[in-house]
């Protein structure tokens, strides 16, 4: 019997996704706060990831340190920039260790998983052991970027989405979907339905830097960029319902 048979649940209700990731900036996790972590938006998330794995899904995540610190703007600072971009993976690795904690609270079993070994707070990534817990049915929080300065969590989610066989990648904004300005300051924006690897390349559209596109394109790898905002969002886009847009 397959999981989904198990959960009682159809391909229907999962879009055909048996293993996805999901991408969120850091400053996702702070609601209308200007800093920092925000309890009650981390366990709004938290329980919107609860209704995908709930209906059997595999889930990875990958969450920013925006929220925190972020290494670029402390080397645009005066700052070192490996040390900032490390400072800033520490900062990812307080907000996977958040999200864990809220998604335990409702009965989510979950593994951070940091590419810095740290091993009094989390695991350290083998990519083997990570695939194992997801077949078990745990969310695994991939930490700490790859573990190397210069790259981003953008390019570290596409990065494990790759190496966990995901088959999408769904990256959570502030706004639903992609938009050829910026949509909160230019009224007259306009949102793509879909578009192609080379036009976010060529086009500038700010999704993720081009590393993560780049790799995207080369293992073929769709990204599906939406808002967290809308309550059930994320479980309603994965059946390809609401409002998107879909790269690849």
Avoid at 66 to 95: C, H, K, P
Avoid at 98 to 103: D, F, N, T, V
Avoid at 210 to 228: G, Y
């Amino acid at each position: 019997m397959t999981e989904l048979a198990a959960t009682g649940q159809s391909e229907a209700d999962t879009g055909g996704y048996k293993r996805v990731l999901l991408k969120i900036s850091g400053e996702a996790l702070m609601g209308d706060q200007g800093y920092g972590l925000h309890p009650p938006t981390v366990e709004r998330i938290a329980q919107e990831i609860k209704n995908v794995h709930d209906l059997g899904v595999e889930i990875c995540m990958v969450i920013g340190g925006g929220n925190i610190f972020r290494g670029l703007q402390g080397s645009a600072q005066g700052m070192e920039r490996t040390t900032a971009d490390y400072m800033g993976m520490l900062a990812t690795v307080m907000n996977a260790l958040a999200m864990q904690g809220a998604l335990e609270a409702i009965g989510v079993f979950t593994r951070v998983i940091s590419a810095i070994p740290m091993d009094q707070v989390c695991e350290p990534y083998i990519r083997r052991r990570a695939v194992r817990h997801l077949e078990k049915g745990r969310v695994c929080i991939f930490a700490a970027g790859t573990g190397n300065p210069y790259f981003t969590t953008d390019t570290a989610a596409t990065l494990r989405a790759n190496e966990m066989s995901c088959e999408v990648i769904f990256k959570g904004t502030q706004v639903d979907g992609i938009y050829d300005k910026d949509p909160q300051s230019n009224p007259d924006a306009v949102r793509y339905d879909r578009v192609t690897y080379d036009e976010v390349l060529q086009k500038n559209l700010k999704v993720m830097d081009a590393s993560a596109i780049a790799l995207a394109r080369d293992n073929n790898l769709p990204i599906v960029v939406f808002s967290l905002d809308e309550p059930g969002g994320f479980a309603g886009i994965l059946r390809g319902e609401g409002t998107y847009t879909r790269v690849g």
